[in-house]
């Protein structure tokens, strides 16, 4: 009994897993940049009013996006369609320009599948078999569209309103596009080019100009740009000049400032000895004054009273003294007197003593004048045996003499004689008398005339 049950459980349980799995299978979900379309259903009948005609619409065509729907087992079908957007290239060569100029016209393209039901059934009948195919059918409708907008433009309006342009390209080909199902997301004039020179004379006075202006504008940011940069230089020489000022000062300040500080030291040790000084002149001025007191007291009052005491001593003394002076004056006057009076006889006396000798004198110094050679001779005379003795008195004082000499002890009196002559000879060179002449002279006057020597004699004996 129990297997005849189980069994139809597990068939039950069998299908319904089945069942699930082909539901599972069969459920589809879209993705973001996905649509699907769900065919198998018949569209509804449209009738034409003006034709009469009768069609079916695309209403059997059931589109999916971003959601999920089943699709019934072998009645219905599913296509994905791709709603990516496509870049798209696109290049034509030798359009010919209003001015008949041929260009070279490269550009691109952002296309992709229109968003809405319609534009997705109208793409798919199209190209869901072939959706390789939308770049090359997007090309040729914008190159189309290029050649025929060139055809009606200048070089000058293409290049300078490259956005404008490209805005009438988008518009021109925008039907052909759309009744495709697709959208012109964007379009762009990359590059415009010829084969000729045209296009880089055309730009050769615009490039010459600015040249020109670049020129001028370089020029003319050199010059301010050095101007800026002597301006510069000049507010930064003024701000070293400054800022050499400030630190000058600062310098000076801080100098000034270490020089009181330097000189803080000793002026407050000078300002401390003058305090010190004054005081101790104070003190100084103190014991002065004291000194002062003590000496009056010690010294000037007594000497006061000592010189008061030797004044009076020495008055009384002075006047003894003055007492006496007149006794002795008196005493002396007398005997100045009595010693006058024999001074005046001495006087008298020697007066006449001198009176008689001055006689005699003159009488000499006639004889003397008269007999000068004479009286000289008999002075020398009576010398020369004195000088003879003073010449031999160093040899008579010697005990023991040696005398060598081939004349034996006759030497001697030799030597004496030399001694005098030569005492002679130095008397006549120092004092130019010539004894030896005076002699001869003598000698002859006393054989000539020997009364005058005798007269000269007595003469000289008077």
Partial sequence: MSIDVAGPIIGVVVLLVLLVLLITSRYKVAGPNQAFIVTGRK???????????????????????????????????????????????????????????????????????????????????????????????????????????????????????????????????????????LILDAFQIQDVTDDGTYLADLGRPEAARIQQAASIAEANARQAAEQARIAAEQEIAISQRTLALKQAEIKAETDAAAAQAAAAGPLAQAERDQAIFTEQEKVAVRQAALTERQLETQVRKPADAERYRVEQEANAHKSAQILAAEAEKARRTALADAVKAEGEAQAAATLAV?????????????????????AVLQMLIEVLPQIAKEVAAPISAIDNLTVLSTDGAGAMPKQVVQNVAQTLEMLKATTGLDLESLLHKAIDKSAAAPVVAGGAEESTEA
Avoid: C, W
């Avoid at 001015?99 to 490269?106: A, E, F, S, V």
């Avoid at 001198?354 to 004479?374: I, S, V």
């Fill in 354 to 374: 001198g009176q008689a000798e001055a006689g005699a004198m003159e009488k000499r110094a006639a004889a003397f004048a008269n007999y000068n050679e004479a």
């Fill in 43 to 181: 569209g509804k009948a449209v009738l034409n009013p003006e034709s009469g005609e009768l069609t079916t619409d695309l209403s059997g065509q059931k589109v999916v996006l971003g959601g999920g729907v089943f699709v019934v087992p072998f009645i219905q079908k599913l296509a994905t369609m791709d709603l990516s957007s496509r870049r798209i290239s696109v290049h034509i060569s030798g359009a010919v320009s209003g001015q008949g100029i041929k260009l070279n016209l490269d550009g691109v393209a952002i296309v992709k599948i229109g968003g809405n039901a319609d534009q997705i059934r109208l793409g798919a009948q199209r190209f869901l078999s072939q959706q390789a195919d939308i770049e090359g059918f997007t090309q040729e409708v914008l190159a189309g569209a290029l050649r025929s907008i060139v055809g009606g433009l200048t070089v000058e309006q293409i290049i300078r309103d490259r956005a404008a342009f490209a805005q009438r390209v988008a518009d021109e080909s925008e039907a052909s596009l759309t009744g495709q199902g």
